[in-house]
């Protein structure tokens, strides 16, 4: 077993996502770098150690020959985005943040956003970590996903948003990303119109030892924003802080079809939900019965506002539990495969209503800071799926139309989604591979117990909406029905700009080949 | 992500007729699941993030873990305790009282924080050995 500084290198048998949605598998080198133990004494100091440990690392896949380097996140992802092969790094312990100085900011910049805070954070670092050490600061993340168990590398390489309908998703809050692309080089990349000065890529190379060029291109830039993990390792990322805010809002429960709702999920005119209130929100969000009932709520809208980080207590969330047993929750699964018949929609709608009924209360929701409410989740590991489809704002109303569809047909076939439908919304985003590619998009998610019977319904949501002409991408961390020809359809010549950007990066045959994917393959983009 | 539901009390909601052979099974085998199953308790720090895995035995001997699925560490029986958040993910000791039992007691003892050694007249806080 080969050894790499300051890294504890272990074989692990039996491996697989959080989910559980990939074939667990064996992974002969599990790297961890700077375990306690691994360091020692008179050690250099901690970016170092992981640039002594990172170098080495991509030396052994570069030559031995070339083997794929897959770096795991959270293993949140269920996309094949996350598959390993003989070497995996586990970046938990790439955990540092450190603020920016103003005097390493370009004057047009500081001028431009003067209340702002860049931050350096290495890719390993958590969400719930860098909301916790934000907090501190009287800083916050812009946006997160709907959960705070991310890393950052991962949640960036997948496009991974919220609902903030005017901001974006995380990828769009970046400034720069610190990208190693061989043992002994690394990439600052920044937008053509640079954010930072040479003297962050300067600190860069000092702290961890790797040779950092100082790159201001657009192209490179907008690749990397969303770089399915294949365009490097993402040693780090220079992210936009915001002073903390809290957020309020309420929960809307209305009827299925309530025109209101369908109104506002085709213009995203979110006044006639608030009449009361003038401000758009921050953040709008639509849950719907997937199986709706004539006399229970079946559309449930939850609207945030922005507000001073003051007006809510400034605490991190506690640590939650699964709400079930892994192993009862396949059991389920098991059974939902095999109990087939018509009424099956009948008994499994008043339990979903209750679910629902439940996790959404109409009403008015308290202040609170954003890590609090976009916090840890409760799902249990194993057994879960989910897909998520982004289409453009003017096609939701037929995407919706296709999706009930859908659902109605596979249920008169005693087959059903074990969970709800849910819709957030994002604006452009100017990434190359970010699902948001018109001015917004409309994200539908639809997560689930896993059974034989939800994959098929997935297959069938795609399917339907290539037939019927409808553009559609899914998200690249979840279950997804993309290949090449859809990709070249929804992203057009982006695709190719992101394999050209690709191989400007990665010039080498070996280098394309260390860093590259199952999810590449899949979808055409290797 | 969304969260899907958790079917714990799906159990019920499949009453019915027609169900209710299918009904009388899924509750026979999650009463089995739930009868079978031995006590695990699951004790997590706040404010701390997963980082490396370790399995540790009654003799003593801790080793990196080497199995990594993550169902595996959700079995049916667990009782999950978060622990005082007033020990900033520094325990000295952990006793648990009757772990057998489904009210267990956790005793826990916090570690005192302790900074690396440092120089007088230098910044403390630093990217140095020994900072965590």
Redesign the interface.
């Known amino acids: 077993m080969p050894r790499f500084p300051f890294t ?1 290198v ?9 989910s ?1 949605s990939l074939p ?1 598998r064996e992974i002969p080198l ?1 790297c ?1 770098p700077d ?2 133990g691994t ?1 020692g ?7 170092r150690r992981h640039g002594d440990a990172l170098s080495a690392i991509l030396e052994h896949c570069f030559t031995r020959p070339a083997s794929s380097l897959r770096a795991i996140g ?3 992802s269920f996309s094949s985005i996350l598959t390993p092969e003989l070497l995996v790094v ?1 970046p ?2 790439l ?2 943040m450190a603020a920016v100085p103003q005097h390493w900011l370009t004057p047009s910049y500081r001028q431009r956003r003067p209340s702002f805070t860049p931050m350096f954070v290495q890719g390993g670092t ?1 969400i ?2 860098i909301n ?1 050490r934000l907090l501190e600061k009287g800083l916050a993340l812009q946006t997160s ?3 705070d168990g991310h890393r950052l590398a991962g949640c960036i390489a997948t496009g991974t948003h919220g609902s903030a309908i005017d901001l974006g998703a995380v990828h769009d809050t970046l400034l720069a990303i610190h990208l190693l692309v061989g043992p002994r080089r690394s990439l600052l990349l920044q937008p053509a119109q640079r954010v930072l000065s040479p003297d962050v890529a300067g600190w860069l190379e000092r ?1 961890t030892g790797i040779p950092t060029e100082d790159v201001a291109d657009a192209e490179l830039f907008a690749a990397a924003q969303v770089g399915l993990g294949s365009l490097g390792f993402v040693h780090g990322a220079i992210l936009e802080t915001t002073p903390i805010y809290s957020l309020h809002g309420r929960i809307l429960a209305r009827p299925f079809g309530d025109a209101d709702v369908r109104q506002t999920l085709e213009d995203l005119n979110t006044r006639r939900l608030h009449p009361d209130v003038a401000e758009r929100p921050f953040h709008f969000e639509v ?1 719907l019965h997937p199986y709706p009932r004539h006399d229970r709520p079946g559309a449930f809208v939850r609207m945030l506002w922005r507000g001073p980080g003051d007006a809510a207590p400034h605490e ?1 969330p ?2 939650t ?12 699964a098991q ?1 939902s495969d ?2 087939d ?1 018509p ?2 929609t ?3 709608a ?3 209503s ?2 629902l009924e439940r996790r959404y209360r109409p009403g008015a929701l308290a202040p609170q800071v954003p890590g609090m409410i976009f916090g840890p ?10 897909t998520e489809v982004i289409v453009a704002l003017q096609h939701v109303r037929p995407m919706l139309a296709l999706l009930y569809q859908v659902l109605e047909s596979e249920a008169q076939h005693g087959r059903h989604l ?3 439908v ?1 819709l957030r919304f994002v604006p452009q985003t100017s990434s190359l591979l970010g699902m948001s590619q018109a001015p917004l998009c409309c994200y539908v ?1 639809l ?3 896993r059974t034989n019977e939800v994959l098929g319904i997935y297959r069938a949501f795609w399917d339907s909406l290539e037939r019927e002409g409808i553009p559609f991408a899914c998200h690249w961390g ?1 279950l997804h029905g993309m290949t090449p020809s859809r990709v070249e359809r929804f992203y057009g010549q982006n695709a190719e700009r992101w394999r050209a950007a690709r191989d400007r990066l990665l010039p080498t045959p070996e280098a394309r080949r260390v860093f590259s994917s199952a999810l590449l393959a899949e979808v055409g983009l290797d | ?10 159990v019920s ?4 007729r ?2 209710r052979g ?1 009904r009388c ?2 509750l026979a ?2 009463a089995a ?1 739930s009868l079978a ?1 031995s006590h695990h308790l ?1 004790l ?4 701390t ?4 895995r370790y399995v540790c035995s009654g003799s003593g001997e801790c080793r ?15 009782t ?1 305790i ?1 622990l005082p ?1 007033e020990c900033a993910g520094k325990i000295h000791q952990i006793l648990i009282i009757d772990a057998g039992s489904s009210e267990p007691e956790v005793r826990v003892t916090c570690g005192p924080p302790e900074e690396p050694v440092g120089t007088m007249g230098e910044p403390e806080a ?4 020994g ?2």
């Not at chain 1, 539990?321 to 389920?332: E, F, H, N, T, V």
Request: charged share 20%; proline share 10%.
């Open positions: 504890e272990k074989t692990v048998r039996r491996w697989t996502n959080y559980g667990e599990f961890t375990v306690v360091a004494e008179r050690v250099p100091r901690k970016l959270s293993r949140w586990d938990a312990n955990n540092t958590r719930a970590s916790r996903g709907a959960g702290e849950v991190s506690l640590p539990s699964p709400d079930l047993a892994s192993d009862r929750m396949g059991m389920i059974l095999a109990i018949g009424l099956a009948h008994l499994l008043p339990f979903i209750d679910q989740t409760s799902l249990p590991p194993g057994n879960g799926a989910s074990l969970g709800p849910a998610e997560p689930s117990v979840q | 992500m969304t969260p899907a539901f958790c079917l714990s009390s799906r909601s499949r009453a019915g027609a169900a299918q099974t899924l085998l999650v699941g199953c699951r997590t720090s706040p404010d993030d997963p980082g490396a990196p873990r080497g199995s990594d699925v993550p169902a595996d560490d959700n079995p049916s029986g667990t999950s978060t958040r630093r990217l140095a050995p900072e965590r």
